[in-house]
């Protein structure tokens, strides 16, 4: 797929999927007592940061340094790792060294306050992390030569001689629905 069509669309789903949910939060920030955390966000944005890191055959953590994230491998690990797998904050340690980590959101016109509590990188905010990743996207769009490609990987293949019964269990509802759906 060429890589500009590619980047392209990931920036009109930031735009047109997300930019809604964003919007509607602030307004209502903006205008109750009564503020909307919404720590899902996370859940969304993450994902994102790693398909636009993976189409340039990076990881993840790498895109977030180039975003501005100050500890980036830390972040990834709190926020995309945890939060996907888990709904609770945690406490980020080695040895007796302890970090708490928060989730709040910033919008356009608190960006500075956003700026300021993303500077030491126990936090996150995921609003701001959009922010940034559209400007970059926008960047990169411009930069992108219309002969490059990117190959997507959209594709799950299951091993049908593993032991794991996650994956069993998968390749099982598999044949099934092809079985039912198909005949085959």
């Not at 789903?13 to 205008?31: A, F, Q, T, W, Y």
């Not at 994902?47 to 975003?67: C, D, K, N, Y």
């Amino acid at each position: 797929m060429p890589r500009k069509e590619y980047l392209q669309s990931v920036l009109n789903r930031l735009k047109n999927d997300v930019g809604p949910i964003v919007e509607c939060i602030e307004e209502h920030n903006k205008n109750s007592e009564n503020k909307i955390g919404f720590f899902p966000m996370v859940r969304i944005i993450m994902p994102i940061i790693e398909v636009v890191a993976t189409s340039e055959g990076r990881m993840p953590q790498g895109l977030m340094a180039e975003l501005g994230m100050t500890l980036p491998f830390t972040e990834w690990n709190a926020y995309r790792d945890i939060f996907l797998h888990n709904d609770e904050f945690v406490i980020l340690g080695v040895d007796s060294l302890g970090l708490q980590t928060a989730i709040f959101l910033t919008s356009e016109e608190e960006q500075e306050i956003g700026d300021f509590l993303a500077k030491d990188g126990r936090n996150i905010d995921p609003f701001r992390l959009r922010r940034l990743l559209v400007d970059y996207l926008d960047h990169k769009i411009e930069q992108t030569n219309e002969d490059e490609t990117v190959e997507i990987i959209g594709e799950l293949v299951y091993d049908p001689s593993s032991k794991n019964p996650e994956v069993q269990g998968a390749i099982k509802e598999i044949r099934d629905f092809h079985a039912r759906t198909y005949g085959d």
